[in-house]
């Protein structure tokens, strides 16, 4: 599941970072290769931690996690707060 996950982060990196000179068909492998990883984390590799880790092991990655900064928190241009 390592190799799985690492490997959707580096191809979903990697369509992020061309989305200035995307078309309309890289912006759809990019939307369909985001839906299957979520569902991969969050049918298969959540459930797998849930059962592997300890709760002492999963409330400390919950620490670690809500220490961490948001990304939302990096962007300066409010695009979801604009009016059309």
Partial sequence: MAIQLKKEH??????????GQADK??????????DDHIRFEERRFFN??????????LNSI???LN???ACAA?????FWNVKK
């Fill in 67 to 69: 220490h961490a900064p």
């Fill in 10 to 19: 580096k191809n979903i990196r990697e369509l992020i970072l061309k989305t």
């Fill in 25 to 34: 068909n890289t912006f759809i492998l990019l939307a369909d290769l985001l």
């Fill in 62 to 64: 919950y620490q670690q």
């Fill in 48 to 57: 797998y931690l849930e059962k592997a880790l300890s709760p002492e092991q």
């Fill in 74 to 78: 990096e962007w300066k241009d409010e």
